[in-house]
């Protein structure tokens, strides 16, 4: 069972009290921008064996939106941090190579 804390406000939920939204960190483009880059934001997202970044909702508890670092393959959590930050912090990065010495970003 995966189990992830909200950082928002602190409880450990598991996967039933949570919705999963996708793929944390994806780059929007404006106006002016073309189809294929309105595509590609829509329609494709990476899926990896291995290290995710991911966007979650604490759906049955605060309500609010968060970002997980997981494992894909092991479900291992390395981190959970707001959703308000457009990449994955350093601390977090540095977890997760400490964890896995051959990940690269």
């Given at each position: 069972?995966?189990?992830?804390?909200?950082?928002?406000?602190?409880?450990?939920?598991?996967?039933?009290?949570?919705?999963?939204?996708?793929?944390?960190?994806?780059?929007?483009?404006?106006?002016?921008?073309?189809d294929s880059d309105?595509?590609?934001?829509?329609?494709?997202?990476?899926?990896?064996?291995?290290v995710h970044f991911?966007?979650w909702r604490h759906?049955?508890?605060?309500?609010?939106?968060?970002?997980?670092?997981?494992?894909?393959?092991?479900?291992?959590?390395?981190?959970?941090?707001?959703?308000?930050?457009?990449?994955?912090?350093?601390?977090?990065?540095?977890?997760?190579?400490?964890?896995?010495?051959?990940?690269?970003?």
């Amino acid at each position: 069972m995966l189990i992830l804390t909200c950082p928002n406000c602190g409880i450990a939920a598991d996967e039933t009290e949570l919705s999963p939204g996708g793929q944390a960190h994806l780059k929007r483009f404006g106006p002016g921008s073309d189809d294929s880059d309105f595509e590609g934001y829509l329609f494709l997202r990476d899926n990896p064996r291995g290290v995710h970044f991911e966007r979650w909702r604490h759906a049955m508890g605060c309500g609010k939106w968060f970002h997980a670092a997981r494992c894909t393959v092991t479900n291992e959590v390395f981190a959970t941090y707001s959703a308000q930050t457009s990449e994955p912090p350093q601390d977090v990065l540095d977890r997760i190579t400490a964890r896995r010495p051959d990940w690269q970003s």
